[in-house]
């Protein structure tokens, strides 16, 4: 049976149908209600069970729980025991079991028989046995073996499991032979982290005293709808607004801005400025954090608008630099000064530092992928962050956090035994995502060349052809994912072989040769997730909750053993003997013999310092074996450690927090070393202004922009809604009928916001149909008069815009006609190079408004 785009769909409809998964199959109750967070209630076990896994439909990836009722998911809530999501989920947490009863889920292996592949082009795909899929892939494998180019092999993951993914992330490229392979993480929000990592030592997610806080400063982000822990922020944020002060700063009205007590509408990009000028008020009028800053040494305040200070005049505590920084930077930042860059008032600016002074140390600086992820956002990161550490905000009751200390897990067996001579080989080489080229420092941990850089991926396909010749990729779809799209549909039109391990036909699976069908993990699949919030790191587990409906398989674990199978048949048998011989039941000691019991005795050892501990652990009360632990579904390690890297014990090069990073500067010297150059040069051929000394302080960095303002005049502006399942949702009745949730948004359609005063220039009124063209492309959508967002920019929800998910997402699937237009596909390939993080933020990319 040949399965054309329609008669693949005309097919999940009919099994949708005999198997009643869609809304009406499964909705007791008004379908608005289950976008009400609900609190863990007691529940009858006769009707069903609450089972618990976890959601990963945003990276705060939280414990839930699913009701299952003949074998058939119903209802999902928090877990009673979180206590970083309360017992809730956020609306995406209620989206599981549409995404999971999916009628356009992929449902058997298939085989793409078309060989010509582009948008639009008819794959025309067969659908084959996991048998005969697993043969051609590992067939492909071995002739790159036999060959001696294992590196040609190219291994890409989106969404993983913290744990289970290491076997196919970490030992899979290991143990074949290629050091080609790379997550997806730099498109999401890698260059956030340069904030504290570079003047804090800690490359990480922050966490933060929600509870205790009294000043909440959310900039360029909104944990209301996005950006993790929105569970917590949800459920702390009217206490916040009650006793203390809330401060957005966004360009759009986001959810927390509607609610604020003070909205910056910024002029996107000039993030460092803003901060620059709250920094020079609350310098100037004294209103920084002594206990961890320090103080002049005769008690009077120095810091006059204008005027350098003496840096010897100065007693630091915790922290190393603030004169220089002073010096280099601040004096001049005047709140006129940051009026004129920013367009923020400069009496709203003053208002804004004293209040933010006024709620010190108790004041959060919460900043967003919105701040950083923008040409030139490791400086704009530098200078946001760094305002946490003026108001002495680090690591204190109602402050900053760094991730708490979580439960113990264990490591996977080493593989060093199973690396023959070709896969060392293969191992070694350049990798073709560009990292540590001398225009690409990506300076993770503050080591050149240790940052991923995914969008890259793309250009180093294209520049050289050859060298993938087998692509693999898993719960990804770059085409859709990463700006500068276009280049993913010509680099994968050229790989010779790919393989995509998905639960959904996307855009990407469009250019596949072999199609193999993943297991949902929130509900089909094992592994143990890690992460933290609200003090407390925790390990939660996915489990087969539900019956299978198609014959999908996790693509970490069961789809590594049946693939390694199949290497070992065919001569390979290095991948099968690591996994049959190291793995042992922790419970049993016998090894696996299934590919299903694999999966779960991967997750038993994983998490068996938890549930079978000699000792009684910190945190939660004791887990009594692997049979309670499933029943609990999580563990939380203990209470977060207050001023931890008070005292000298910051992971930075002076050990303090540094206004002046020296950690930064080591970084820079050595890749310009390598380079037989300077700082100077590094930061010119990467895109960056700073020059001198001023390269390590945090400062701002003028908006790198992409067209003329002539040419194209609206800043554009992409964000994130609170229904987006990491771009997965999009097929969903729900996400599609509730995206008027999103300020601004209209259900079942896809809208570029617009100020009324521009719309008027333009003499365009809501309801048009308008073309949206920047130096990368054109897309179409509905136009929207809106006056939250300011003059001069456009905001555009991300996630519309699909022509290959599926029958929702697209307009029309069978056709490849999307649903609106999708922001990538006009945002322009660039990154900020200091980190390799993808630019998508801040309004780099000028674009023009036309009626179509």
Not at 265 to 281: C, E, F, R
Not at 327 to 350: C, M, R
Request: with cysteine.
């Amino acid at each position: 049976m040949r399965l054309t785009r329609r008669t693949f769909i005309m097919a999940s409809g009919i099994s949708a149908g005999a198997l009643m998964t869609g809304c009406a199959g499964m909705a007791q109750a008004p379908l608005h209600s289950a976008l009400i967070p609900r609190k863990a209630k007691p529940s009858s076990p006769a009707t069903g069970d609450w089972v618990a896994s976890t959601c990963q439909g945003c990276t705060q990836w939280c414990a839930v729980q699913i009701y299952v009722q003949n074998g058939r998911a119903t209802r999902v809530r928090g877990n009673p025991l979180s206590k970083t999501n309360h017992g809730y989920c956020c609306p995406r947490g209620h989206l599981i079991p549409q995404q999971m009863y999916d009628p356009d889920r992929i449902k058997v292996p298939m085989k793409r028989t078309n060989p010509a592949k582009g948008r639009g082009i008819d794959p025309k795909f067969v659908p084959i046995t996991w048998d005969e899929a697993l043969n051609i892939v590992a067939d492909k494998m071995m002739e790159l073996r036999k060959a001696g180019e294992p590196e040609k092999l190219v291994y890409m993951r989106g969404r993983y499991s913290p744990t289970s993914t290491d076997l196919l992330y970490g030992t899979l490229p290991k143990i074949f032979g290629t050091g080609q392979y790379f997550s997806h993480s730099a498109i999401c929000a890698e260059a956030e982290k340069m904030g504290p990592g570079l003047t804090q030592g800690f490359f990480g997610y922050r966490d933060y005293d929600l509870s205790k806080a009294d000043c909440l400063v959310c900039w360029g982000t909104d944990p209301l709808a996005s950006n993790r822990m929105v569970p917590n922020v949800m459920n702390q944020f009217p206490a916040i607004v009650k006793r203390g002060t809330v401060i957005a700063v966004d360009p759009r009205l986001s959810n927390v801005a509607a609610k604020a007590h003070e909205w910056l509408p910024i002029s996107p990009g000039t993030d460092g400025a803003l901060a620059g000028a709250i920094a020079h008020v609350l310098l100037t009028e004294g209103l920084w954090n002594k206990e961890f800053v320090g103080d002049f040494k005769d008690g009077k305040n120095q810091f006059v608008a204008g005027k350098a200070v003496d840096e010897a005049a100065f007693a630091e505590k915790e922290t190393f630099g603030l004169v220089k920084w002073w010096n280099l930077e601040l004096k001049d930042q005047t709140p006129a000064w940051g009026e004129k860059e920013s367009l923020i008032p400069a009496a709203q600016i003053v208002r804004v530092a004293r209040a933010m002074g006024k709620a010190a140390p108790k004041t959060v600086v919460y900043m967003g992928p919105g701040v950083a992820m923008t040409p030139r956002g490791t400086y704009a990161a530098m200078a946001v962050y760094a305002l946490n550490g003026l108001l002495g905000s680090i690591d204190v009751e109602g402050g900053v956090w760094q991730s708490p200390s979580g439960p113990p897990l264990a490591a996977f067996p080493k593989a060093d035994a199973y690396v023959d001579d070709i896969a060392k080989k293969g191992s070694t080489g350049k990798k073709l995502d560009g990292r540590g080229a001398k225009d690409m420092p990506a300076m993770m941990n503050a080591r050149p060349g240790s940052g991923v850089v995914t969008n890259n991926v793309a250009n180093g396909m294209l520049k050289d052809p050859g060298a993938c010749k087998v692509f693999i990729s898993s719960w990804s779809n770059f085409a859709f994912s990463c700006t500068g799209a276009d280049r993913w549909e010509k680099a994968l039109a050229k790989v010779p072989f790919f393989v995509h391990m998905v639960p959904n036909a996307s855009e990407m699976t469009m250019f596949a040769d072999i199609v193999l069908p993943s297991t949902f993990n929130s509900a089909e699949g094992w592994s143990i997730v890690t992460n933290m919030g609200n003090g407390y790191a925790y390990a939660s587990i996915q489990q087969g909750a539900v019956k299978r409906l198609w014959d999908v398989k996790q693509e970490e674990t069961e789809v590594m053993w049946l693939l390694a199978e199949k290497l070992k048949a065919k001569g390979f048998a290095n991948l099968f003997d690591y996994y049959s011989k190291e793995f042992k039941d922790p419970e049993t000691g016998k090894a696996p013999t299934t590919a299903l019991e694999f999966s779960e005795i991967a997750a038993k050892m994983t998490s068996a310092p938890i549930w079978k501990a000699k000792e009684p652990l910190k945190g939660d009360a004791p887990i009594n074996g692997w049979a309670d632990f499933r029943k609990k579904g999580m563990f939380s390690g203990p209470k977060y450690t207050l001023k931890k890297g008070w005292g000298g014990k910051f992971a930075t090069v002076t050990k303090r927090f540094e206004f002046y990073s020296e950690t930064l500067k080591k970084g820079l010297l050595e890749h310009a070393k390598k380079y037989e150059t300077t700082p100077d040069d590094i930061l010119a051929v990467s895109g960056y202004v700073a020059r001198g000394e001023v390269a390590f302080v945090p400062h701002y960095e003028t908006v790198k922009r992409h067209g003329s303002v002539g040419d194209y005049p609206f800043a554009f502006i992409d964000y994130k809604s609170r229904l987006n399942r990491e771009g997965r949702s999009q097929n969903t009745p729900w996400y599609q009928e509730f995206k008027k949730v999103d300020p601004g948004d209209v259900s079942w359609t896809d809208v570029v916001k617009m100020n009324p005063v521009d719309g008027a220039k333009l003499g365009l009124k809501s309801g048009d149909t308008v073309k949206i063209t920047s130096v990368s492309g054109t897309i179409s959508c509905e136009l929207k008069l809106w006056e939250g967002v300011r003059p001069g920019t456009v905001a555009k929800c991300y996630g519309q815009g699909h022509w290959a998910y599926g029958r929702v997402a697209a307009k029309d699937f069978a056709k490849a006609i999307p649903r609106g237009g999708n922001n990538n596909e006009i945002l322009v390939d660039d990154y900020d190079r200091l980190s390799g993080a993808t630019a998508r933020n801040g309004g780099f990319t000028g674009v023009r408004i036309q009626k179509a």
